[in-house]
């Protein structure tokens, strides 16, 4: 029916999303809590993980749990207006910069959307993928396969890997709105695994030698080169590798041209770990 007015759900994702863009912040999925709730619960019995537990959202919405969340993530479209940002002296100086420009991005855009459509902010609970203290960790990667906004790899190489910019993204928030209602049943598209299975062997070694040389807990891998003119490479390199792979495996080469991370956001993104 034409002129009808798009869900409230629906009207505040639009305006958050209109104001997260010019940030960079351009991913955004929707799914259900009682979903995600569901499926942390399932991991962790089977895992036999307890510390899931502190990736179990909680919600004060329907009577079942469910409520609205939306996952927040970001292409290389993050770095320039991050790189504009850091030009300001006072965010230049921030210990974790590219932490702190996220937070302030993504509360001014719930901030924004929680006044066009007079939704409390004590409504909205807010996660970042940054913080890893008792009560604000959630699993995200999770989340943003249920929202079917990237597959998740997690047997493999544990990368999220979207349909278009495949295992080039970050994911950065998790936003739940208690008193919305989440997307209906069978509106988000189930993903399928988009790596080749052909290159997975290849993607495992990778991953078994990126796992290796983290466990070295040193800037430079533990492997020192037999060339005394030669420089060790960096502990990340690995899996930069491993994530060229993962690439190379669901994306042509003119995908990875147009959608890799810039080298200088590949250097932050490794080097600020």
Not at 69 to 97: H, I, M, S, Y
Not at 148 to 177: K, Q
Not at 221 to 239: C, G, I, L
């Amino acid at each position: 029916m034409s002129g009808e007015r798009p869900s409230p759900s629906l009207a505040f994702v639009e305006v958050f999303q209109r104001h997260l863009q010019p940030a960079g912040l351009d991913l955004c999925g929707t799914l259900d809590v009682a979903a995600y709730n569901s499926e942390v619960e399932r991991i962790r019995a089977e895992l036999v993980i307890p510390a899931r537990a502190e990736g179990r959202i909680a919600s004060s919405g329907a009577a079942d749990g469910s409520a609205l969340a939306v996952v927040v993530g970001n292409t290389k479209a993050l770095w320039e207006p991050f790189q504009e940002a850091q030009r300001a002296p006072k965010e230049a100086q921030e210990l974790d910069p590219l932490d702190s420009y996220v937070e302030r991005k993504v509360n001014a855009a719930v901030e924004e959307a929680c006044r066009a459509y007079a939704i409390s902010p004590r409504d909205v609970l807010v996660y970042f993928s940054h913080h890893t203290q008792p009560g604000k960790i959630v699993a995200i990667q999770r989340a943003a396969h249920i929202a079917g906004l990237a597959y998740l790899d997690g047997e493999m190489s544990h990368l999220s890997i979207h349909p278009t910019f495949g295992p080039w993204i970050s994911l950065r928030a998790l936003v739940v709105v208690q008193v919305l209602q989440p997307p209906a049943p069978g509106t988000t598209k189930a993903l399928n695994d988009p790596v080749a299975p052909g290159a997975r062997q290849h993607i495992g070694e990778l991953m078994a030698l990126a796992i290796a040389s983290f466990g070295s807990g040193n800037k430079l891998s533990q492997a020192q080169p037999t060339d005394p003119e030669s420089v060790a490479e960096p502990v990340w390199m690995p899996w930069l590798r491993a994530r060229d792979a993962v690439a190379s495996a669901c994306m042509s080469d003119e995908q990875i041209k147009e959608h890799r991370f810039c080298e200088e956001q590949i250097l932050f993104h490794y080097q600020s770990r």
